[in-house]
């Protein structure tokens, strides 16, 4: 595997992971006990993807997917800054969500076309899963469509799927803080 | 010396973690079991990449082979060569008898099962195809929420991956 596509690979994972720790955010207090379920099933499902790519790239990096998922510092994430924002409004999710997947199942379609056999099958698996959040997603596009509040949301958010991986937002430092804090308290030569 | 069959055999005997009345093997997710000298290797797919149980399986698989006196191998395959059409018809029947609807076949279903639901999504209670979507996700990756419309009865669907 190349450069290149171990870079594709960690984009994604890091996508997956801080994603499904912010949807995850949902379980409890979501507006409709169905949502409660949806979301808190999307983030196990987002983590599980994350856990699969990192795998991939640490085979070819000699490392393993959880030094790789939880001990770079956060200026080394390659996520979107629309995965990071924290506990968006309800319609802001939503809209998140719809712009997300519609991304996601692009470069997934690019993926399963890999000469990577692995590649290529993580992907395809991935993607079966992956239809039921489309599913998901435009369901609840159908719903909002025509409201106001739901497509500002759209167009706020929209520019945030492509604006660069290079920069980060501070609520990705205080995702980052949270999410390892179990971990780098433990005392060195721990296993898990 | 361990044979495949006897490692089959034990492995049948492993219930899945979430849905204890079908076992490993019924639910088909056991890809392959190869013995080489004490070595018993077993490679198997998860149904969801985040299902928790994943470890649990693995390592009631470990057990099940060190108790043969071998030696387990356990790897997972991450691919989309396994669906639920390989869930057997044993498991099917299983899955049914106590509740929850089995998948559709992959290919009635996708890729656009929105449409298709009505046709393939049976009740297990009552066989009435008269059944609605309630949540597409439920108590675990693998199922969904319907509701039968006919015997009023809520059930589980085991999603189509």
């Given at each position: 595997m190349n450069e290149q596509e171990q870079q594709l690979l960690l984009e994604i994972a890091d996508d997956e992971l801080i994603l499904g720790w912010r949807?995850?955010?949902?379980?409890?207090?979501?507006?409709?006990?169905?949502?409660?379920?949806?979301?808190?099933?999307?983030?196990q499902n987002e983590i599980g993807h994350a856990r699969a790519l990192y795998e991939l790239v640490a085979r070819e990096r000699g490392t393993t997917a959880d030094e790789l998922a939880f001990d770079r510092a956060p200026?080394?994430?390659?996520?979107a800054r629309i995965a990071e924002l924290r506990l968006l409004d309800w319609e802001k999710t939503i809209a998140r969500h719809y712009l997300y997947e519609e991304a996601d199942a692009r470069r997934l379609e690019q993926l399963k076309a890999s000469d990577d056999p692995d590649v290529a099958g993580l992907a395809a698996k991935i993607d079966r899963e992956e239809a039921y959040h489309r599913m998901h997603a435009q369901m609840?596009?159908?719903?909002?469509?025509?409201?106001?509040?739901?497509?500002?949301?759209?167009?706020?958010?929209?520019?945030?799927?492509d604006a660069g991986r290079d920069d980060h937002t501070q609520e990705l430092d205080e995702l980052w803080e949270e999410m390892t804090v179990v971990r780098r308290s433990q005392p060195a030569g721990t296993t898990w | 010396?361990?044979?495949?069959?006897?490692?089959?055999?034990?492995?049948?005997?492993?219930?899945?973690?979430?849905?204890?009345?079908?076992?490993?093997?019924?639910?088909?997710?056991?890809?392959?079991?190869?013995?080489?000298?004490?070595?018993?290797r077993v490679a198997f797919t998860p149904t969801f990449l985040g299902c928790p149980a994943l470890e649990v399986m693995r390592d009631a698989m470990a057990e099940r082979v060190r108790a043969l006196g071998a030696e387990p191998e356990i790897t997972v395959r991450s691919d989309d060569s396994w669906s639920t059409d390989r869930i057997t018809p044993e498991g099917r029947e299983k899955l049914r008898?106590?509740?929850?609807a089995p998948p559709a076949p992959r290919e009635a279903s996708a890729p656009t099962l929105v449409q298709l639901q009505?046709?393939?999504?049976?009740?297990?209670y009552c066989g009435s195809t008269d059944t609605r979507l309630e949540n597409i996700f439920g108590p675990t990756p693998c199922r969904s929420l319907r509701y039968c419309a006919s015997c009023r009865q809520p059930f589980e669907q085991f999603k189509t991956i």
């Open positions: 949807d995850s955010e949902w379980t409890g207090i979501a507006p409709l006990l169905e949502e409660d379920v949806a979301f808190s099933s999307i983030a200026s080394e994430y390659r996520c609840w596009f159908d719903r909002l469509k025509d409201e106001a509040r739901f497509t500002a949301a759209v167009d706020e958010l929209r520019p945030l799927l | 010396m361990v044979t495949t069959e006897q490692v089959w055999a034990a492995l049948a005997e492993i219930p899945d973690p979430e849905i204890p009345i079908i076992s490993l093997v019924d639910l088909g997710v056991i890809r392959d079991v190869a013995v080489d000298n004490g070595t018993v008898a106590s509740g929850f009505a046709n393939v999504f049976r009740c297990p």
